[in-house]
């Protein structure tokens, strides 16, 4: 069931390209508009918006890209979880060990 996830993931390149530019996009957008804040006691919020802002698109940038590519395989997931094939703790485990690489790496890509 993994090995299946990774090859998926591996096929599924327009995911992968919408997300690599999402986090490229949005990466430079806010590091351009937030590139000349100063430090200083008055700055905070806006610093404190822009960490606020950039956490709100990492944490639901992954869920978004899952939301894509989990409607197409339900029929598949459903055949096969009442033939007992596996449980449905089992499908989540193997999409989400499947997603860490890519979520690392998409990761790291936003923080430079």
């Known amino acids: 069931l993994l090995l299946r996830e990774f090859i998926l993931r591996r096929r599924s390149?327009?995911?992968f390209r919408?997300?690599?530019i999402q986090t490229v996009v949005f990466?430079?957008?806010?590091?351009?508009t937030y590139l000349r804040v100063e430090i200083t006691q008055f700055s905070i919020f806006t610093v404190s918006g822009a960490l606020f802002f950039?956490?709100?698109l990492?944490?639901?940038?992954?869920?978004?890209?899952?939301?894509q590519i989990v409607p197409p395989q339900?029929?598949?997931?459903?055949?096969?979880?009442?033939?007992?094939?596996?449980?449905i703790v089992a499908m989540y485990l193997s999409k989400t060990i499947a997603?860490?690489?890519?979520e690392m790496?998409?990761?790291?890509?936003?923080s430079l």
């Open 105 to 110: 790496m998409f990761t790291f890509i936003w």
């Open 74 to 87: 339900v029929p598949v997931f459903l055949r096969e979880q009442r033939s007992g094939s596996y449980k």
């Open 27 to 32: 990466g430079l957008w806010f590091g351009f």
């Open 54 to 56: 950039c956490m709100l």
């Open 58 to 67: 990492l944490l639901f940038g992954g869920p978004m890209t899952v939301a």
């Open 13 to 15: 390149t327009q995911a």
């Open 99 to 102: 997603d860490i690489p890519t």
């Open 18 to 20: 919408v997300r690599m």
